[in-house]
């Protein structure tokens, strides 16, 4: 298992993140997600652990706070010292009626804070992130809100996920400015067959020293490699339940049939692929896998051992290119002078005419 630092900051991850989407469903739309009660969730949690995984990721809207309550009691249960994992959780969904139980308002971050605390049974939060855009609240008051609770020590670092890379720059300038914790790391959705976020948030995460945590790398279990085009779902699956996240899957069956035999002449599973060549990113700061049983964390994990040649790099990245847009098919014309001379000023580092 390797660690990286989180973007800019000296915090570091292993490269798999326990997501924890699978814990504590009942009814309603995390049911159909998963519905891992404690003794279930807690044998992934001490699986993950053992494995090196020192990251696990949750949220207060999972399970309607179920999973962040089953996750702290799991770490309890399990005894595991608060130094040795790093705890990841969100604010921005509903989590009680009326008009402010909601967004990233200064009330709703403070509130959300001490609540995920409670159920987490911890003293403080590594990773605090906010879990989506609020077009009602002044981005100013919620980069205040998350600094003032990195000051008072309720959390450690902060982050973003689900946002564009426009309204990120322009936190990030605001954090610096007005001398605020700045986002550490965005976490969002990237697979192989949705490659959308290398348009303007990769380039935006490199140029700024963000970190990227990676969402659903499996396509909702599309990439798992159980799925073909004459058979796009199982009964119990959760595709058939829950269709999400979107997916081009034409596009996805064409990776699909890359990666099977690379799977197969690596004896790995298509899964394992698809993770290993997310991993390859180097944009990549972690990636978070959900399990509903140990076998197929087991399998994920596994991942981590996979290395990828050049040439199946190659036919992977052939296979799943997105299509050219404006202003990128630009940049490509007119810059390739420009890269030359740079690629070539790094060839003769000291050439002296």
């Known amino acids: 298992m390797r660690y990286t630092a989180l973007g800019q900051t000296g915090l570091y991850v292993s490269e798999l993140c326990l997501g924890t989407m699978t814990f504590g469903g009942a009814e309603g739309m995390w049911g159909k997600i998963g ?21 696990i990721d949750t949220a207060d809207v999972y399970a309607g706070g179920a999973s962040e309550q089953i996750t702290g009691q799991a770490l309890k249960n399990l005894k595991v010292p608060r130094d040795s994992v790093v705890v990841a959780t969100k604010v921005f969904g509903e989590t009680t009626g009326g008009p402010n139980g909601r967004g990233l308002s200064r009330s709703h971050i403070i509130d959300g804070v001490q609540a995920s605390l409670r159920r987490l049974q911890l003293d403080h939060i590594d990773l605090y992130q906010v879990h989506g855009f609020d077009p009602a609240t002044p981005m100013q008051e919620t980069l205040e809100a998350l600094d003032l609770l990195v000051r008072h020590g309720h959390v450690r670092y902060v982050g973003v996920s689900n946002w564009a890379a426009w309204q990120i720059a322009k936190a990030l300038g605001l954090s610096q400015r007005l001398n605020l914790a700045r986002f550490a790391s965005l976490q969002a959705y990237y697979t192989v067959a949705s490659r959308e976020l290398e348009r303007e948030l990769v380039p935006m995460l490199r140029s700024e020293g963000v970190g990227l945590m990676v969402w659903s790398p499996l396509a909702g279990g599309l990439l798992s490699g159980k799925y073909t085009r004459e058979m796009e779902a199982e009964a119990g699956s959760r595709r058939v339940a829950f269709d999400f996240p979107p997916v081009d899957k034409d596009r996805a069956w064409k990776c699909i049939d890359v990666m099977r035999p690379i799977a197969e002449a690596k004896g790995a599973s298509v899964a394992q692929v698809a993770l290993a060549w997310l991993l390859h990113q180097p944009c990549v700061s972690s990636v978070i896998v959900g399990a509903k049983r140990p076998d ?5 994990i596994a991942a981590t051992k996979l290395s990828l040649t050049a040439d199946e790099m190659a036919q992977i990245d052939q296979v799943s290119q997105i299509p050219a847009e404006y202003p990128g098919w630009m ?11 740079m690629a070539q000023a790094v060839k003769q580092p000291g050439r002296v005419g």
């Open 296 to 300: 197929q964390l087991a399998d994920n």
């Open 331 to 341: 940049f490509e014309r007119q810059g390739e002078y420009r890269r030359n001379q």
């Open 35 to 55: 519905t891992l009660q404690q003794a279930e969730a807690e044998t992934l949690v001490g699986q993950a652990l053992d494995a090196g995984l020192n990251f």
